[in-house]
């Protein structure tokens, strides 16, 4: 995430955010960044995004978790960023713009579906097992009685979070998505997605092709042929009525 910012900035020095680049960001918070000075000019962005934050149930887990945290008084921990409001206004103004967005950064969304993943799995070994309270310790190579037996749990559970669909298996997960997202004159789009399972598909090729309407100057070429084009510069405007272009005629 601060690489990517220090790039950021480094583009923009050195003035490459021209339609002529194109850059491919590794991360996954390309919608937390501020693109105003590269939409505009027709840059060339394409990244993935581990949260669609246009999915229906993120939509709702994030609407709680806003909710939760301006009914608290919270920091804006959610986007990773430290705000200092020197007036009202200011926090008013970035309330309202938080609002908007409605998205959330990829390592607090993996630490949300991470909890309550831990949290699903310690529930259902509860049903079977009588958890005991025990001191642990990091000095002495003794496991927990029902770590196993959790570690299980965990690796069964399947669980649609903020990052997606989770599924397990050996200990990895193998069930998740990244969307590939393209930079637009208005906004960050969809432009197709990523699989461990189908690899990548896209959606929108055309988005990858299209011209736009850049500021460019156009080079035309001719060559002088006899009876094709005539050199104006040899001709005397004033005397001529009618001009023969083989085989058109102009008047």
């Given at each position: 995430m601060?690489?990517?910012?220090?790039?950021?900035?480094?583009?923009?020095r050195?003035?490459m955010?021209?339609?002529?680049?194109h850059?491919l960001f590794?991360s996954f918070?390309i919608?937390?960044?501020d693109?105003?000075?590269?939409?505009y000019?027709?840059?060339?962005?394409?990244?993935y995004r581990l949260?669609?934050?246009?999915?229906?149930a993120?939509?709702?887990?994030?609407?709680d978790m806003e909710?939760?945290?301006y009914?608290?008084?919270?920091?804006?921990?959610?986007?990773?960023?430290?705000v200092?409001?020197?007036?009202?206004?200011?926090?008013?103004m970035?309330n309202?713009?938080?609002?908007k967005r409605?998205?959330i950064?990829?390592?607090?969304a993996?630490?949300?579906?991470?909890v309550?993943i831990f949290?699903?799995?310690?529930?259902?070994?509860?049903?079977?097992y009588?958890?005991?309270?025990?001191?642990?310790t990091c000095?002495?190579a003794?496991?927990?009685?029902?770590?196993?037996?959790?570690?299980?749990?965990?690796?069964?559970?399947?669980?649609?979070?903020?990052?997606?669909?989770?599924?397990?298996?050996?200990?990895?997960?193998?069930?998740?998505?990244?969307?590939?997202?393209?930079?637009?004159?208005?906004?960050?789009?969809k432009v197709?997605e990523?699989?461990p399972?189908?690899?990548?598909?896209?959606?929108?090729?055309s988005l990858?092709?299209?011209?736009?309407?850049?500021?460019?100057?156009?080079?035309?070429?001719?060559?002088?042929h006899?009876q094709?084009?005539?050199?104006?510069?040899?001709?005397?405007?004033q005397t001529?009525?009618?001009?023969?272009?083989?085989p058109?005629f102009?008047?």
């Amino acid at each position: 995430m601060i690489l990517s910012r220090l790039v950021y900035f480094k583009i923009l020095r050195l003035q490459m955010n021209e339609y002529k680049y194109h850059y491919l960001f590794t991360s996954f918070d390309i919608e937390l960044f501020d693109l105003e000075d590269f939409k505009y000019n027709f840059v060339n962005i394409t990244s993935y995004r581990l949260v669609d934050v246009n999915d229906v149930a993120v939509k709702e887990i994030l609407k709680d978790m806003e909710t939760f945290k301006y009914d608290n008084n919270l920091s804006d921990n959610t986007t990773r960023m430290n705000v200092d409001f020197k007036t009202h206004d200011e926090k008013s103004m970035f309330n309202e713009n938080y609002r908007k967005r409605r998205t959330i950064g990829t390592e607090p969304a993996l630490v949300f579906d991470s909890v309550n993943i831990f949290a699903v799995g310690l529930q259902t070994l509860e049903q079977s097992y009588t958890l005991r309270l025990k001191n642990m310790t990091c000095s002495e190579a003794e496991p927990w009685d029902g770590g196993l037996s959790l570690i299980n749990y965990i690796n069964s559970v399947e669980w649609r979070g903020l990052t997606g669909p989770i599924q397990f298996k050996e200990g990895r997960r193998i069930q998740f998505k990244l969307d590939l997202v393209k930079l637009k004159q208005h906004s960050i789009v969809k432009v197709g997605e990523w699989s461990p399972q189908s690899r990548l598909n896209i959606t929108e090729p055309s988005l990858f092709f299209e011209t736009g309407s850049m500021n460019v100057t156009l080079v035309v070429i001719t060559i002088l042929h006899a009876q094709k084009i005539l050199n104006f510069s040899k001709i005397c405007i004033q005397t001529f009525q009618d001009i023969l272009l083989e085989p058109f005629f102009y008047r």
